[in-house]
């Protein structure tokens, strides 16, 4: 599954130090190890918005087209 992101996704990542570990976790989603990050479907599950784990703080919001995860958010998840 490919992974693609929004450009205030990449600033966000950028100012808050996260490039690495979200690379990481983008690598793991890329090779099928959807468990390693927590990927879940968001309830309600009818508005297909999916979320998978950076680290234990913060959060990606997504959602799946075909065969691509599309990130529009990160939340800081304290």
């Given amino acids: 599954m490919k992974v693609v992101e929004h450009e205030r996704v990449i600033k966000y990542l950028d100012s808050r130090g996260l490039n690495d570990q979200y690379r ?12 390693s990050v927590k990927l879940k479907k968001r309830k309600p599950t009818s508005a297909n918005i ?4 950076i680290n234990r703080q913060y959060r990606a919001f997504c959602t799946k087209k075909d065969d691509v995860l599309i990130v529009f958010e990160i939340d800081d998840h304290q």
């Avoid at 990481?24 to 468990?35: A, D, H, M, P, T």
């Avoid at 999916?50 to 784990?53: H, S």
């Fill in 24 to 35: 990481k976790v983008k690598q793991l989603i890329s090779g099928g190890l959807f468990r």
């Fill in 50 to 53: 999916w979320y998978f784990r």
